[in-house]
């Protein structure tokens, strides 16, 4: 779709890129509060309690049902790579939970006096792509006429009981393993100020596209003990995540992933708003990450982002060579260890 000023950029009507527009860490903490709180339910195996990816009942005889929501503003031009990129990254959760999607419902809001039905049409386009090429329908959904547009899935899927990957069970010496590059949030304020490659464009498009199915074949491994995917917190909130109250990680910087366009942009001063939020709201726990690039590379808040995952030492044979099957191997980058009394996460 065009105007007469040329064609329509969609980063343009949101003021927060894909899960960059998450609420920051220390304002969800207040916003989560509650002196209700959950009524209590067996079968509710995974709540919010752990800040986990989604939620999970069970059903009965070891079957397990995940639901989980996202959404989010545009992060890309491109009405149907926003749509395909927005269901990816919803689908993810269910993956991360170690599941299998079943079906999804769309979630569309649109300015259509602004950008038109056609557009929006094209959007849930590229979600049914992606819905297509998980294997499952997107079988309905709910639209309202907003402000800003945005767009995601509700997504129901299925994973046996004792298959149920969290965030929060790693283990003392467990591995680390990251399944995709860090950097979209970085490339994708460059894309919004017209200062991206096409080149670069199409690598961090690709990036997040990419489905995070190999989640579903790491459900069925025991040694690996938890798993979730990196998202708006960026590496080191998620990591946090796994870490709780009991555990900290030591992390190989050289060793983690990097889209090739994300360090030149850092030292050209673009960056996005959200990896400043982020650090402010757990930098202290972290030791050896000061310099700018470190900072804003492992805070920078990832749309669509890999899956982040803890094993046992001893399977990370297995592990590797199930990743490469599918795809999805980009390396070992740290080790989970003993909590330590001032910094919760050191980088080397």
């Not at 870490?243 to 960056?271: E, F, N, T, W």
């Not at 050896?288 to 990832?302: N, V, Y």
């Amino acid at each position: 779709m065009t105007t007469s000023s040329g064609p329509v950029r969609l980063t343009q009507f949101s003021h927060g890129a894909g899960c960059g527009c998450k609420i920051a860490p220390a304002q969800l903490e207040v916003i989560l509060q509650s002196s209700i709180g959950t009524l209590p339910d067996p079968a509710l195996l995974v709540g919010y309690g752990s800040r986990d990816d989604a939620a999970v009942y069970s059903i009965g005889d070891g079957r397990c049902i995940i639901s989980t929501t996202d959404f989010f503003s545009p992060i890309v031009d491109d009405a149907f790579d926003f749509g395909r990129i927005a269901a990816t990254n919803a689908l993810s959760d269910v993956y991360a939970m170690g599941g299998r999607p079943l079906m999804a419902v769309a979630i569309l809001g649109w300015p259509i006096e602004k950008l038109g039905p056609e557009l929006a049409r094209q959007v849930l386009e590229g979600g049914r792509k992606a819905c297509h090429e998980a294997g499952i329908p997107l079988a309905g959904g709910h639209s309202i006429d907003a402000p800003e547009p945005f767009f995601g899935l509700a997504v129901t899927g299925e994973v046996e009981k004792e298959q149920v990957k969290r965030n929060d069970t790693a283990h003392e010496g467990d591995l680390l393993l990251l399944t995709k590059p860090l950097g979209v949030g970085i490339l994708s304020t460059a894309q919004k100020r017209g200062l991206l490659s096409g080149e670069d464009a199409t690598v961090m498009r690709d990036t997040m596209v990419a489905l995070n199915k190999v989640g579903t074949s790491l459900g069925l491994l025991a040694g690996v003990h938890a798993l979730t995917d990196v998202t708006g917190f960026g590496l080191l909130g998620h990591l946090l995540e796994m870490c709780g109250d009991h555990l900290g990680a030591h992390l190989d910087y050289d060793a983690i992933p990097k889209l090739q366009a994300a360090r030149s942009l850092i030292d050209k001063g673009c960056y996005p708003d959200g990896a400043l939020r982020n650090w402010k709201g757990y930098g202290h726990l972290v030791n050896g990450a000061s310099t700018m690039e470190r900072m804003f590379i492992l805070a920078d808040p990832q749309t669509s982002g890999g899956l982040l995952i803890a094993i046992d030492p001893a399977q990370e044979a297995t592990v590797r060579e199930l990743l490469i099957t599918q795809g999805s191997w980009y390396g070992t980058i740290g080790r989970f260890t003993a909590r330590g009394t001032e910094h919760t996460i050191s980088v080397k």
